[in-house]
């Protein structure tokens, strides 16, 4: 498993943290109790399964809702 955290644009409202939240969860592989949206720092955190999905999956998924994604950072767990 890895550690993901992205730094996202300036989040606006809740319903976006809510939107990138249920993006992030539905993809395979991403551990879905450890999303965390942070609406003030604007930034997701969570784990992942480096051989069901990538950071470049999760990054397209929240790019494909209208936000821009800053940096990406990964460690191992």
Do not use: H, W
């Not at 943290?17 to 003030?40: D, H, M, P, R, Y």
């Amino acid at each position: 498993m890895k550690k993901a955290t992205i730094q996202l644009e300036t989040l606006a409202c809740p319903s976006c943290v809510q939107k990138i939240e249920q993006a992030t969860k539905s993809l395979a592989g991403v551990e879905k109790e450890s999303v965390k949206v942070l609406f003030n720092s604007s930034k997701v955190k969570f784990d992942f399964d480096a051989e069901k999905t990538s950071i470049e999956d999760v990054e397209r998924a929240i790019t494909a809702l209208g936000y821009e994604v800053i940096k990406s950072q990964v460690k191992d767990k």
